[in-house]
């Protein structure tokens, strides 16, 4: 896709779209080619759907959506973009896996947006590649393939391997293949007909500022978070966290009573909970491996504190593996790095979601 384009006519480009695919990524995509097109009267770009079968996609609302093919009748085409699932184990079988490297051999960019990765990773193709993806999807990623770099951009261009986090990055993504290909008005002009009002580097965060996040913008309380989710494996005392920011711990206890309406030890352990969710719904780490991944003990410790906080245990909130039917539902974006408030035992249950 950012390769030089020297064929006839309009540059084509395909999409694979696979179960529970992220429509906000797809579409952020895909409107940039339209609206290109568009502004300049011309044909630049056409493309086409494809999935694993030729059979019609749900996506991530549920919404069926028609391909043209199914993915064995992928030729011709520079470009393959891959939109997985939030849950890409669940779709990862070997005859997918066999048509991506099928693919990629042929000299076809390959591009993976949210976590597309994780079916590119499995297929062999990232050796020696960095990569980016949703950052909810990267600690589960690093745990599974620890031999992977992976980066917080918004996309990654390593030659014919792009990486992009998804959502509104694969705008920008585009926005700047536009810019490159076509100049940078039209790229300009695209992205205001979606009031879009810059186009992102691609280092930019993917993330809001702590500070926004947390809700408050006292320098002591983002200060002593930000230590805490850096040290999530290994867990920093309060008396620590408060020695480094120069303030007793008990002057640290009122500043979080005060801004976050919670005590430091629980919103770390809010933190660590969160984090032990993402791996044992993303990967297949022990309870174990996830309980030393987190901060905890012990598997029990961890599994005490996780009953404590989802009302249900670290091994029935798994994903059923191979069940394409286990695509998250809707949920409250509990992946997240923060201290969520504990939930009823039918919401816990449900897994995050995410645009």
Not at 119 to 143: I, K, Q, S
Request: proline share 7%.
């Amino acid at each position: 896709m950012f390769q030089p384009y020297e064929g006839d006519g309009p540059e084509p480009i395909g999409f694979l779209l696979v179960p529970r695919f992220s429509m906000m990524a797809v579409a952020s995509a895909i409107e940039p080619l339209r609206v290109a097109n568009r502004l300049t009267g011309r044909t630049l770009f056409s493309w086409r759907l494809y999935s694993p079968d030729g059979a019609p996609v749900p996506a991530s609302n549920g919404l069926p959506i028609v391909v043209d093919a199914a993915l064995d009748a992928f030729a011709g085409v520079p470009t393959l973009v891959v939109c997985p699932s939030f849950d890409p184990q669940l779709f990862e079988t070997k005859p997918l896996l066999a048509a991506l490297r099928r693919i990629a051999r042929s000299g076809v960019t390959m591009v993976a947006v949210d976590t597309g990765a994780h079916f590119l990773a499995r297929a062999g193709l990232l050796d020696g590649v960095r990569v980016t993806m949703h950052w909810e999807a990267v600690p589960g990623f690093r745990e599974e393939f620890p031999g992977i770099a992976v980066s917080e951009e918004l996309y990654e261009i390593a030659g014919r391997v792009v990486t992009c986090a998804g959502g509104t990055a694969a705008l920008d993504m585009m926005l700047e293949m536009i810019r490159l290909k076509h100049g940078e008005a039209l790229a300009v002009a695209v992205s205001e007909q979606f009031i879009h009002d810059r186009i992102r580097d691609r280092a930019s965060a993917q993330r809001m500022p702590l500070a926004s996040r947390l809700g408050t913008g006292n320098g002591k309380v983002v200060g002593a978070v930000a230590m805490m989710e850096a040290a999530l494996e290994r867990p920093v005392a309060t008396q620590a966290l408060a020695a480094r920011l120069g303030i007793t711990a008990r002057q640290l206890e009122r500043l979080f009573r005060d801004h976050l309406g919670t005590t430091p030890g629980h919103h770390y352990l809010g933190l660590r909970l969160a984090r032990a969710r993402q791996l044992v719904q993303q990967t297949g780490m022990t309870v174990a491996e996830i309980a030393v991944a987190s901060g905890f003990s012990s598997a029990s410790a961890l599994s005490r504190a996780y009953r404590g906080r989802y009302d249900v245990a670290p091994r029935a909130d798994r994903r059923p593996a191979g069940n394409a039917a286990g695509a998250r539902p809707p949920g409250d974006g509990g992946g997240a790095l923060r201290a969520p408030a504990p939930r009823p035992a039918a919401a816990a249950r449900a897994g995050p979601d995410r645009t």
